[in-house]
């Protein structure tokens, strides 16, 4: 289960009490105060991971707490400090203040941490109150309460390529070709209804990271179809691949099918509209005398990439041309 948005609560521990103590010792008629400090509440942290790729965790879970600082104790024992909350993310995690609608940080690499709520201090015990003329305090400060905030969590992924198209333009074969991710494939639309993530792996230990983000359709920016939901997904990614099925189904026109799509990527965002893309034309092998595929390009006056992703057709060449564009834009030249 692909899980990208999570509300949660989180707390910091408080702070342990003071200790109000007076030594009590043999042969030591006039002890004085010993009572020790509380100790500090844990903090709440949270960490880019890895090996994750979901906020699956958070969906039953919405209440999360550090540990308390332990109480002062006599002898002069100060409280233990409360173990700190580390809660670990997804790298690509956006993290937004709900209260105060504000996004506290961007887990955008894998080990980057971030504190968002800080333990309580721990309150000072009666041997902090003695003096020259108040020999024998009795007082004691309560530990302080550790911060509280309301957060929203909203994951986009981190992909260097990412496959966008009408459904059943052949994206989910194009990535399970080219990877070893295993997307559900058929016949029909929307058979893809989550993001998926694949490692292209080519010659000299060269790879780069694929995403195949379900099918957009008109109106999907405004809330149509699944394109909505994962729309945001696209906007971290290096490269955008056109993908046209050049003979659809449906009887309708590639051409047209690349301008609705093209125009629900202006309407989500101008940053994603101006990414980089690669036009390719998939079922080739529907089309063996090329008429198709020269009336595309010649329509759209635009360079298209031909494949069959059912046959293998072309794709050798697509993974490697990728690979020098990401490679060209991360450089940025």
């Known amino acids: 289960m692909f899980v990208d948005e999570a509300r949660i609560w989180v707390k910091a521990g408080d702070g342990g009490n003071g200790c109000v103590s007076f030594r009590r010792e043999k042969f030591v008629p006039?002890?004085?105060?010993?009572?020790?400090?509380?100790?500090?509440?844990?903090?709440?942290c949270f960490e880019a991971a890895g090996d994750l790729d979901t906020l699956l965790d958070f969906a039953g879970?919405?209440?999360?707490?550090?540990?308390?600082?332990?109480?002062?104790?006599?002898?002069?024992?100060t409280g233990f400090d409360g173990d700190d909350?580390?809660?670990?993310?997804?790298?690509?995690?956006?993290?937004?203040?709900?209260?105060?609608?504000?996004?506290?940080?961007?887990?955008?690499?894998?080990g980057m941490k971030v504190v968002v709520c800080r333990g309580g201090k721990g309150g000072k015990g009666n041997r902090r109150f003695a003096s020259a003329t108040h020999?024998?305090?009795?007082?004691?400060?309560?530990?302080?309460?550790?911060?509280?905030?309301?957060l929203?969590?909203?994951?986009?992924?981190?992909?260097?390529?990412?496959?966008?198209?009408?459904p059943n333009a052949g994206k989910s074969t194009l990535i399970s070709r080219c990877s070893?991710?295993?997307?559900?494939?058929?016949?029909?639309?929307?058979?893809?209804?989550?993001?998926?993530?694949?490692?292209?792996?080519?010659?000299?230990?060269?790879?780069?990271?694929?995403a195949d983000i379900p099918g957009l359709?008109?109106?999907?920016?405004?809330?149509?179809?699944?394109?909505?939901?994962?729309?945001?997904?696209?906007?971290?990614?290096?490269?955008?691949?056109?993908?046209?099925?050049i003979m659809p189904m449906d009887g309708s026109d590639p051409?047209?099918?690349?301008?609705?799509?093209?125009?629900?990527?202006?309407?989500?965002?101008?940053?994603l509209a101006a990414k980089q893309e690669i036009i390719v034309a998939n079922k080739t092998d529907l089309d063996p005398d090329g008429a198709r595929l020269n009336d595309l390009r010649s329509r759209l006056g635009l360079d298209v990439v031909p494949i069959s992703a059912a046959t293998g057709q072309g794709i050798r060449d697509l993974t490697e041309h990728l690979w020098q564009r990401v490679k060209s834009l991360k450089a940025g030249t």
């Open 135 to 150: 020999q024998t305090p009795r007082e004691f400060e309560p530990g302080k309460p550790g911060q509280e905030r309301n």
């Open 180 to 210: 070893a991710a295993r997307p559900k494939i058929a016949s029909y639309p929307f058979t893809t209804l989550e993001p998926v993530l694949g490692i292209v792996e080519l010659s000299d230990f060269r790879r780069f990271v694929m």
């Open 30 to 44: 006039k002890g004085g105060p010993d009572g020790g400090d509380g100790g500090r509440g844990g903090h709440v």
């Open 217 to 245: 359709i008109e109106g999907a920016s405004q809330g149509a179809g699944l394109g909505h939901d994962f729309l945001k997904h696209i906007e971290r990614t290096t490269i955008l691949v056109h993908i046209l099925d």
């Open 85 to 110: 909350l580390v809660i670990r993310l997804p790298v690509g995690t956006l993290i937004y203040d709900t209260d105060l609608d504000l996004l506290l940080k961007d887990l955008n690499e894998v």
């Open 255 to 271: 051409v047209d099918n690349y301008h609705a799509i093209r125009k629900e990527l202006a309407q989500h965002s101008e940053t």
């Open 152 to 166: 929203r969590l909203e994951l986009k992924l981190i992909a260097d390529v990412g496959l966008v198209g009408l």
């Open 61 to 77: 879970k919405h209440h999360w707490r550090a540990k308390n600082g332990g109480h002062g104790q006599g002898s002069n024992k």
